[in-house]
């Protein structure tokens, strides 16, 4: 397949990228490269893929928000499938930068869904996210809850493009796959997150921060187990046939979670950074923050069902395995 992959540099978008020309399709992939963090990570990224791909991918600098540039970027460019990955992530950040979301997570979606329907493509899969659940206290989280009560404004722009694609495939009956991530971690991921923050800190000896006194659950999934799973949806559309999908849509429009279905205190994952780590965590406890909630948990019911969907890697293998990364990326012994 010839396939364009938004925010190709990211974490999750250069996984991708880097497994489906593996495989043998052939990949452009985009991204602004903007600076939420150290920009030298995300061309290591990059670099990385296109040591291993070759002249399977091409990469296009560009703001998939700015649709003028957008469609300059893809001029002359032919694909058949969309694996939209790039949004302006972080819970927390959307509290200090608002509009960034709504540039890349609002107009960025549209943007797509216009290249899509102008392109007549085969099919759009897209990010969505765990935290448009908010709340939720029944658990594990279903994609037939509602989630009409976001704890964040990033939890609400995943729930609008989520919304935006369900007119879209009413109106141009367009086939596309939501994918509610649970908390991607592994190699490679975000300074951002959690793995980061504190492998970072216990190494160098600095307290890390505890939030909700350690009362914190969350269904961690290794991006192994993510990527397998974004490719078995990009290779099934799903059908217009007036059926009722996953997410309760009768057009060609699935939603589905992706995660562990495994839900993990975040003290015993403490624990295992620790002990990969090789020395012990100075452990600050803190209140919750603002747009946290206090667990998440997938059920995976459905994407297991309609792509043999099913996470390999457990807690106790993938967070040493990042740690492992962490070290050598850094060049610690």
């Not at 997938?298 to 293998?317: K, L, M, W």
Request: with cysteine; proline share 5%.
């Amino acid at each position: 397949m010839d396939i364009l992959v938004t925010g190709a540099a990211g974490f999750i978008g250069a996984a991708l990228a880097e497994a489906l020309a593996l495989r043998g399709d052939r990949v452009i992939g985009i991204d602004n490269l903007n600076d939420y963090y150290p920009v030298s990570l995300k061309r290591d990224r990059l670099a990385r893929v296109q040591q291993a791909a070759g002249d399977a991918f091409r990469f296009i600098e560009c703001d998939f928000g700015d649709h003028a540039a957008l469609e300059r970027a893809l001029e002359g460019e032919s694909f058949t499938h969309i694996a939209h990955l790039g949004a302006q992530a972080g819970v927390r950040y959307s509290l200090e930068n608002p509009r960034a979301y709504a540039h890349s997570n609002l107009n960025g979606h549209l943007n797509m869904l216009e290249v899509a329907r102008q392109r007549e493509m085969q099919h759009l899969v897209y990010a969505s996210s765990s935290s448009v659940y908010g709340g939720n206290e029944k658990v594990p989280f279903s994609v037939d809850d509602r989630v009409d009560h976001p704890y964040s404004l990033y939890a609400a722009t995943k729930k609008a493009d989520e919304l935006m694609s369900e007119s879209y495939a009413h109106l141009y009956r367009l086939p596309q796959t939501g994918l509610r991530f649970f908390t991607v971690y592994g190699p490679w991921g975000r300074p951002d997150m959690m793995p980061w923050i504190f492998t970072s800190k216990i190494l160098d000896g600095e307290p890390i921060p505890v939030f909700n006194n350690g009362r914190m659950k969350r269904d961690f999934t290794f991006v192994d187990d993510i990527v397998r799973g974004v490719i078995a949806c990009l290779d099934k559309a799903p059908a217009d046939d007036g059926t009722a999908k996953p997410g309760g849509s009768v057009a060609p429009h699935s939603v589905y979670n992706i995660g562990n279905n495994q839900p993990e205190e975040l003290m015993r994952i403490i624990g295992i950074i620790e002990q990969a780590c090789g020395r012990k965590a100075q452990i600050e406890m803190l209140p919750m923050q603002k747009g946290d909630v206090p667990q998440t948990f997938a059920d995976i019911d459905a994407i297991a069902r309609d792509h043999g969907f099913q996470p390999e890697t457990s807690a106790d293998e993938g967070f040493p395995r990042f740690v492992d990364w962490f070290k050598t990326y850094h060049g610690i012994s």
